[in-house]
Antibody
Framework: QVQLVQSGAEVKKPGASVRVSCKASGYTFAGYGFSWLRQAPGQGLEWMGWISAYNGNTKYEQKFQDRVTMTTDTSTSTAYMELRSLGSDDTAMYYC???????????????WGQGTLVTVSS | EIVLTQSPATLSLSPGERATLSCRASQSVSRYLVWHQQKPGQAPRLLIYDASNRATGIPARFSGSGSGTDFTLTISSLEPEDSAVYYCQQRVNWPLTFGGGTKVEIK
């Protein structure tokens, strides 16, 4: 079954870091990439960045550039997104989405994870 | 960054009616415009990519059109399960950006 399964909900204090995982199954992992997106409560979708599972190349949204790291582990078919220096405005549902493996083709999210709720609260 | 403006914000229609959703870009995105559907409590789902290509498994009542700066998502005959928020998204330039969404309500 082709699917992306994300890690469970997280509660973090301001200033902390969070790492969200996204395990892929049912397809050739290195044939695609991933985009990470988030959605604050009651708000729209925000793209955070993209990573190629083929060669590890990344492209981050400028506002997250200094505090986000996206990686992939081909041995476990898992993508990771780490966000550092969390603030209350980082409280959101975080999604991984399957994307294209080449940057020129990125932006077609044909498979989504179920989402991981990250709550930042003191 | 490219700004996408969706209209209307909310559309309230009866089953069987035709829904027309608009997405306007602040600069040309050629045909690199994508539509997603999000139902309450669920992850988004890809509907249309590159302006007019239906994604796998998407019913034929969903169609997309447009190029440049003006795009339309049409649902030809609304079903109750089409109640959702619909987002447009551009993929011509980094950063990838989304419109604010149109909520479709079924009367």
């Amino acid at each position: 079954q082709v699917q992306l399964v994300q890690s469970g909900a997280e509660v973090k204090k301001p200033g902390a870091s969070v790492r969200v995982s996204c395990k892929a199954s049912g397809y050739t992992f290195a044939g695609y990439g991933f985009s990470w997106l988030r959605q604050a409560p009651g708000q729209g979708l925000e793209w955070m960045g993209w990573i190629s599972a083929y060669n590890g190349n990344t492209k981050y949204e400028q506002k997250f550039q200094d505090r986000v790291t996206m990686t992939t582990d081909t041995s476990t078919s898992t993508a990771y997104m780490e966000l550092r220096s969390l603030g209350s405005d980082d409280t959101a549902m975080y999604y991984c989405a399957r994307d294209q493996r080449e940057p020129s083709a990125a932006g077609v999210f044909d498979l989504w994870g179920q989402g991981t709720l990250v709550t930042v609260s003191s | 960054e490219i700004v996408l403006t969706q209209s209307p914000a909310t559309l309230s229609l009866s089953p069987g009616e035709r829904a027309t959703l608009s997405c306007r870009a602040s600069q040309s995105v050629s045909r690199y415009l994508v539509w997603h559907q999000q139902k309450p409590g669920q992850a988004p789902r890809l509907l249309i990519y590159d302006a007019s290509n239906r994604a796998t498994g998407i019913p034929a009542r969903f169609s997309g059109s447009g190029s440049g700066t003006d795009f339309t998502l049409t649902i030809s005959s609304l079903e109750p399960e089409d109640s959702a928020v619909y987002y447009c998204q551009q993929r011509v330039n980094w950063p990838l950006t989304f419109g604010g969404g149109t909520k479709v309500e079924i009367k």
